[in-house]
């Protein structure tokens, strides 16, 4: 099992199974599998991005909140 899992949410034992209450959906896990065991679902990966693209057509102005 990967050494880089900042959130502690696979364990070594089931490395298959992710505890819920430990991901914080870094994907990281997904970024540094030397194995490529993690994946993200192509169809909803391109769903999201469609969605998501009318938001990033222009650029925006930075905002503070306080």
Do not use: Y
């Amino acid at each position: 099992m990967c050494q880089s899992m900042s959130a502690d949410a696979l364990s070594s034992e089931a490395p298959g199974t992710v505890d819920e209450e430990k991901c914080i959906s870094c994907m990281r896990c997904i970024q540094v599998c030397p194995e490529n065991a993690k994946h993200l679902d192509e169809m909803m990966l391109n769903a999201v991005a469609e969605k998501m693209e009318p938001l990033f057509r222009e650029r925006k102005e930075n905002e503070i909140f306080w």
